[in-house]
């Protein structure tokens, strides 16, 4: 993002305008792209032009490529367009959260994508990331708005020429979801929602297997029971310690190894115990 200083028409010359916006990181000084991507409006309508230039600029960049083949670019294979937004609107109540929506076009270009994908591929993309979305946070946070999923003609999803979105994630209106929104956990949980999903969905078009990166060991604990196991274990109980006498399960507990020492030192432990008639006797 940068910073450019701009001079509007009669009306407004008498002041200069600071603007930041993505639009302004896509001109030739700092990406290479051509005025026509990123000026349609002439200048005229910043609004319009830093909207547009999203999806324009993905198109130039992958022109070419195997998933824009009858288009002029720069051969980048981008298979996806994404824009993340947060929305308007409040529950009444000031409890509940507004919650998530998707929006997708798929009504232009006789329904077709450049490479020849029906645009109903971008219907199930939008799908996925608000039903995805819908499910994680509630995991983390309790119930959790599911929206709409929206067929309609926006710019973001209509001109990427590559299966697009535009997932609402939450909405800066209301309170509830703005706690969420300000909570390290949420931004964490609602980035890693869309991970998953776009992971899924490219592989499974690519024919692919996947493997969801794990999170790391969270509120870990341990419960040791009257003889150094969890008793509420019920599979180790029923693998490990069927058939053992008093004797052998002091012996375990004595040495307090994992489920996976058992297994490697169960048939030694055996021989021990067969051996030791005084074991037994006690």
Same mark, same amino acid.
């Given at each position: 993002?940068?910073?450019?200083?701009?001079?509007?028409?009669?009306?407004? !010359?008498? &002041?200069?305008?600071? *603007?930041?916006?993505? #639009?302004?990181?896509?001109?030739?000084?700092?990406? /290479? =792209?051509?005025? $026509?991507?990123?000026?349609?409006?002439?200048?005229?309508?910043?609004?319009?032009?830093?909207?547009?230039?999203?999806?324009?600029?993905?198109?130039?960049?992958?022109?070419?490529?195997?998933?824009?083949?009858?288009?002029?670019?720069?051969?980048?294979?981008?298979?996806?367009?994404?824009?993340?937004?947060?929305?308007?609107?409040?529950?009444?109540?000031?409890?509940?959260?507004?919650?998530?929506?998707?929006?997708?076009?798929?009504?232009?270009?006789?329904?077709?994508?450049?490479?020849?994908?029906?645009?109903?591929?971008? !219907?199930? &993309?939008?799908?996925? *990331?608000?039903?995805? #979305?819908?499910?994680?946070?509630?995991?983390?946070? /309790? =119930?959790?708005? $599911?929206?709409?999923?929206?067929?309609?003609?926006?710019?973001?999803?209509?001109?990427?020429?590559?299966?697009?979105?535009?997932?609402?994630?939450?909405?800066?209106?209301?309170?509830?979801?703005?706690?969420?929104?300000?909570?390290?956990?949420?931004?964490?949980?609602?980035?890693?929602?869309?991970?998953?999903?776009?992971?899924?969905?490219?592989?499974?078009?690519?024919?692919?297997?996947?493997?969801?990166?794990?999170?790391?060991?969270?509120?870990?604990?341990?419960?040791?029971?009257?003889?150094?196991?969890?008793?509420?274990?019920?599979?180790?109980?029923? *693998?490990?310690?069927?058939?053992?006498?008093?004797?052998?399960?002091?012996?375990?507990?004595?040495?307090?190894?994992?489920?996976?020492?058992?297994?490697?030192?169960?048939?030694?432990?055996?021989?021990?115990?067969?051996?030791?008639?005084?074991?037994?006797?006690?």
């Amino acid at each position: 993002m940068s910073c450019t200083r701009l001079s509007r028409n009669a009306l407004a !010359k008498s &002041f200069e305008v600071n *603007l930041e916006t993505p #639009l302004f990181s896509i001109p030739s000084l700092w990406a /290479g =792209a051509p005025y $026509k991507i990123y000026g349609g409006r002439k200048g005229q309508n910043d609004y319009a032009d830093d909207i547009n230039t999203r999806s324009l600029m993905t198109n130039w960049l992958g022109g070419g490529s195997v998933y824009m083949p009858a288009l002029n670019g720069k051969n980048v294979p981008l298979e996806l367009s994404l824009a993340l937004h947060s929305d308007a609107g409040f529950n009444p109540d000031g409890k509940s959260t507004w919650g998530a929506l998707a929006i997708c076009t798929t009504d232009f270009n006789d329904g077709m994508l450049n490479s020849g994908v029906s645009r109903f591929t971008s !219907k199930d &993309f939008a799908k996925a *990331l608000r039903d995805n #979305l819908v499910e994680d946070m509630g995991q983390t946070f /309790g =119930a959790f708005g $599911k929206r709409y999923l929206w067929d309609r003609n926006y710019s973001e999803t209509r001109l990427p020429e590559v299966p697009s979105a535009i997932l609402e994630m939450l909405s800066h209106q209301s309170f509830p979801d703005m706690r969420i929104a300000q909570d390290p956990m949420g931004k964490f949980t609602i980035a890693r929602s869309i991970y998953k999903t776009i992971l899924r969905f490219v592989n499974s078009n690519h024919g692919e297997d996947y493997v969801v990166q794990p999170l790391a060991p969270n509120h870990f604990s341990v419960e040791i029971g009257d003889f150094g196991y969890n008793s509420r274990e019920k599979s180790f109980n029923e *693998l490990f310690l069927s058939g053992l006498n008093k004797a052998e399960l002091i012996i375990l507990s004595q040495m307090a190894i994992s489920k996976e020492a058992v297994m490697i030192f169960h048939k030694e432990l055996g021989y021990l115990l067969n051996d030791s008639a005084s074991i037994r006797s006690n």
